[in-house]
C-alpha cells in the first residue's frame, strides 16, 4: 500500500479537538504471550530484522495457531495506530478514512455534538476540556475548563482513548451522552442532548473609551477574514484601541494566525520562524504593510496553545501588542496533515517554530509582559461579567493609560 502520496496539507495545528472534535491518538499495536499448561517460547524475528519481518513472523503463528476469524482491515488499521503511538509524540495520528472525513469537517468548523474542545491531559493521562463553546449545549450545561472527563455513557476513558472519547460523545442530532466529570476532586454527572454546532471563529464589541474587542475562538478555515470584517465594523465606530482575545483558544490553522499577524505587522518584519528534523529553517515574513496602526492588548491565558502562541510570540516579538494575562500552553510543534491513497489520513508532527526572536514555545509558552490571574472561583463561572474578568480589566487599564 503506498502511504507516500500527499494531497496536501493543511499546516495545522493544534492541540485540540472539537467534539464535535477529533484528535486521533492511536491505540496500541500487539502483545505476544503464548500461554497454556506449558508456557512455550515461539522466536520472533528480531528488531535488527526490521519491522515487516516482526510482523512477518507473528502472521506465521497466527496464522499456525489462532483460533477465531482474522478481519483483515482491522488487523491493519490496528498495526498502523501502534505503529505511530511508537513514536510516542501525542500529536502524530493516524486516522482512518472515515475519522479523516470527520477531522476535514471538524477543522472546516462544521461539526456535531456538545461543542467542547478536548485535549489530552499527559501528565495525567487524561481526557481534559479546553472550553466550552459559546452558546452551545456544552455551555449551557456548566461544564467549564480544566474539566477531567472521567466517563461518557458510563464507559471510562484515559488520555490515551481520547479520540475513543470524542466520538461517542459525538453523536446524532437530539439523542443525549452522560458525562462523568471530575472538578476540584468532585465527581459531577451531566446529561446533555447533542445539536449541530455552529462556531463563530470570530466575535466583536466596543467596550468603553473606544476600545474595540476582539474574540477568537479558534483558527479555523476562514477566520482571518472574519476578523478583517469585524475589524472594519469596529473602525467605523472609532475605535482608538483594541483588545484581541484569544485565551482558551486551543490553535488551529497555523495560516490563518499568520494572516491575522500579518494585518498588524509591517511588511517584511519576521512573523514566524521553523525548523525541521534536519535543521532547516524557513523563516515566513509580513507580506503587506498593516492595516492597523492602534494600540493592542493580546489576552493569553494556561489554555492558549499552538497557532494562539505564533500569533503572540509575533505581535510580541515585533513590539505590536502588550501582552496580558498567563502563561500560555507551550505548544510549540506544527503538525502536516497527509492524505493517504485509501483516503486514511496521517497527522504528523514535523516543525517545531520558534518566535521571531528565536525565543523557544514547546514546553515553555509564551509569558505575558503583564501578568493578570483570573482567581479560580472566577475561572468556576458560566458566565463571567465584564466587571469582574480582572484580566480583560487589566486590559482596559493599560489602554486607557495610552
Known sequence: MNLE?????YKIIMLIVIVAVITFLATTLFMYQ????????????????????????FRKIIDQKFLGEI???KVLQETIRGYIKGLDDPYTEYMTKEEMEEFTQDVMGNFTGIGIYLTKDIERNAVIVISPI??????????LPGDIITKVDGVSYTGDQLTEASNKIKGEIGSKVTLEIVRDNKTLTF??????????HVEAKVLENNIGYIEFNSFDEGCSKEFKEKLEGLKNQNITSLIIDIRNNGGGLVDEALKIADYIIEKDKTLLITVDKKQNEEITKA???PEINLPIVLLINESSASASEILAGALKDNGKATIVGEKSYGKGVIQELLTLTNGSGLKITTNEYFTPNRNKIN??????DVEAILSEELKQQLVLEEKDDTQLQKAIEILKQK
Open 363 to 368: 514546553e515553555v509558552g509564551i509569558t505575558p
Open 71 to 73: 478481519d483483515e482491515e
Open 191 to 200: 446529561e446533555i442532548t447533542r445539536e449541530h454546532i455552529k462556531i463563530n
Open 5 to 9: 502520496k500527499k494531497q496536501s496539507a
Open 287 to 289: 507580506e503587506q504593510d
Open 134 to 143: 459559546k452558546d452551545t449545549p456544552a455551555h449551557k450545561a456548566g461544564i
Open 34 to 57: 503464548y500461554m497454556g499448561e506449558n508456557i512455550k517460547y515461539v522466536p520472533v524475528a528480531s528488531n535488527d530484522r526490521g519491522i515487516s519481518s516482526t510482523l512477518a513472523s
